[in-house]
């Protein structure tokens, strides 16, 4: 019940086009759900994160698509371009507790 | 600017060595963590603290001990390397929100530690 699902493993892209990673969730009390970015040779940065409140949310080309009922959530990246090209790992937490993170998305844009 | 160094980039050590990974962060975070990265296998939390000399087992604690005398600072201890540690190993910090949930982790860049 502590698992975040991830998938794709991996995800290759056209350039301009629009990439989609979806994560699930089986714990209800999970109330944070952020999304990491992490290139290689560097570690994971926060990239964009959402609390259950909200459906949505946009940052720039990067947007968090929340559905409570189903338990999933995704990250569309919109206009994929080749620096998008690293490792996403989503991620849930509750309250206080330690986050848990999903086994990761390898995606390349090509050029 | 959130620092989080970690003493070594590349590390390589023979089976059974006692092995050491540094982490310091300048942010005055209360919360440190130690990762490894496997592929395939994501984030795996081994080890955390929540003030000084404090400390807390993650999901894979087994053959890894740490310590925390200052506030700054989280080494991760390898008490006998084996070479099924072979790995990405990763300090993240962050602040204590007061329970609240939601802070942000702060990741150093990662030891890649090879033991032959």
């Known amino acids: 019940q502590q698992q975040v699902k991830q998938s794709p493993q991996s995800l290759i892209v056209q350039k301009g086009g629009i990439s989609i990673i979806n994560c699930a969730y089986e714990?209800?009390?999970?109330?944070?759900f952020p999304w990491y970015q992490q290139f290689p040779g560097k570690g994971p940065a926060l990239l964009i994160a959402i609390r259950p409140d909200v459906s949505e949310k946009k940052e720039g080309r990067f947007t968090i698509s929340f559905n409570k009922s189903a338990k999933q959530f995704s990250l569309h990246i919109m206009d994929s371009q080749p620096g998008d090209s690293a490792t996403y790992f989503c991620?849930?937490?509750?309250?206080?507790?330690?986050?848990?993170f999903g086994k990761g998305t390898r995606l390349h844009i090509l050029p | 600017d959130v620092k989080v160094t970690q003493s070594s980039r590349y590390l390589v050590k023979r089976t059974g060595e006692k092995v050491f990974l540094e982490c310091v962060q300048d942010?005055?975070?209360?919360?440190m963590f130690w990762y490894r990265q496997d592929p395939g296998l994501g984030l795996r939390l081994i080890y955390f603290s929540y003030d000084v000399k404090m400390k807390e087992k993650g999901d894979i604690p087994e053959g890894y001990s740490v310590s925390r005398e200052k506030k700054e600072r989280f080494s991760l201890i390898l008490e006998s390397a084996s070479t099924n540690q072979t790995s990405m190993y990763l300090c993240?910090?962050?602040?204590?929100?007061?329970?609240?949930?939601?802070?942000?982790?702060?990741f150093g860049p990662g030891t890649r530690l090879l033991v032959l």
């Open positions: 993240a910090s962050s602040p204590w929100e007061g329970g609240a949930g939601g802070e942000t982790q702060y």
């Open positions: 942010m005055d975070h209360e919360n």
């Open positions: 991620a849930a937490s509750k309250g206080d507790d330690k986050i848990i």
């Open positions: 714990n209800t009390a999970f109330d944070y």
